[in-house]
């Protein structure tokens, strides 16, 4: 492998969404060691990142021409890879109510199955308007309750609090949108 072929891997939109699979695992360890300022500031820190790199996977894709089949099964998966395991853990820690965290990774886990009957039928499964606005939501929730704790003052985890019943209200709608527009493919 000569470096102009390793150097076109590393633009590859995949390799990003590989990366945000990567940072999951990462996210979780943090989130098992004992609470602190720094352990919460990284894990918010690598979400942050990982997050990052759901906008550029597909921007780049589009931009040079590289949309993918792998990539377009890949991203999706990415996504729900990286949110669900940030609640389950932000529940196992105590700052997120395990029932919040079951709703979300449960509307991510069916979407995910009725995007593939969509699939099947020949359908747009393209992310709805309402479905992007819950994805933003959610991760603008969890990037403060990783944080957890005070900084200038400001209390983050009531502000993630605020934005997690947000994110759970946009979650349910664009759950029941998903599935009131799949019903006549679901016979």
Not at 39 to 57: K, R
Not at 81 to 102: E, N
Request: charged share 10%; aromatic share 10%; with cysteine.
């Amino acid at each position: 492998m000569n470096i102009s072929s390793i150097g076109g891997m590393l633009t590859n939109p995949n390799v990003l969404t590989a990366s945000r699979i990567a940072a999951t695992p990462v996210i979780v360890v943090l989130l098992m060691l004992p609470s602190n300022r720094v352990t919460a500031f990284l894990a918010a820190l690598v979400f942050s990142a990982a997050a990052i790199t759901d906008y550029f996977d597909g921007f780049l894709a589009r931009k040079y021409g590289q949309v993918s089949n792998l990539g377009k099964a890949m991203d999706p998966l990415a996504d729900k890879f990286l949110v669900s395991a940030a609640f389950i853990m932000l529940a196992a820690a105590g700052r997120v109510p395990g029932w919040v965290a079951c709703i979300i990774v449960i509307r991510e886990i069916g979407i995910t199955g009725l995007r593939n009957v969509m699939v099947g039928a020949g359908q747009d499964i393209s992310a709805s308007r309402l479905g992007k606005f819950k994805t933003g939501f959610q991760i603008a929730a969890i990037i403060p309750l990783l944080l957890h704790y005070p900084y200038f003052g400001i209390d983050l985890h009531l502000l993630g609090t605020w934005l997690l019943w947000v994110a759970v209200v946009l979650t349910v709608w664009s759950g029941a949108d998903y599935v009131i527009k799949a019903r006549p493919f679901l016979q």
